[in-house]
């Protein structure tokens, strides 16, 4: 059966528009049932318009709590019925509802520590886009990359999928670095959704 995906994003929906290439070349079973943008100005909206897949704009804001902007996002995807929920640069934490515990998916532009070692130095609230790759230049790392782990209601937390590796050169600016960084995005998404499948959902251990 066709996995429906729902898709949150807050920026330029470049994870969106790869996750739609890879389904058009038949490289992935699923079907992207939904997009959610938490930005009402962001570029990925005119992405998601461009497929022809349906749009909501579900701001925190405009919720009022917390609690309203987590339910407003969970009707959403229960109405178009998603199996699975992905976080392709969405920005805002919400409240991961019990229906779809173990449902939600999120990608890192860094290597997360694994589970039970909370966000790690490139993690948590704030580290997102180019903020994660100077943070990495500025500590000299040797390595950087991406991590696909299950989302939960804390910040770049929850049971790791997989990740990618590249090397961080003495050149590298963070453009160039989370230029190497999105090439394994691209990559490892699909990858991990393939994994979801096969696992049929259950997280690792």
Known sequence: MTLRLGILISGGGTTLQNLADVIARKELDAQIACVIASNPTCKGIQRAQNLHLP???????DSGSLEAFSERIAHILRHHSVDLALMAGF???WQIPDDFAGR??????????SAGGGPGKYGGKGMHGH????????AGEKESGCTVHFADNTYDTGPILLQKKVPVLPSDTPDSLAARVFEQECL???????LYIESKGRPPK
């Open 55 to 61: 749009v909501h704009i579900i701001t925190r804001k």
């Open 91 to 93: 920005l805002s934490l």
């Open 188 to 194: 490892a998404y699909p990858e991990a959704i393939r």
């Open 104 to 113: 939600v998916l999120n990608i890192h532009p860094a290597l997360l520590p």
């Open 131 to 138: 903020h994660v790759h100077q943070a990495v230049l500025a």
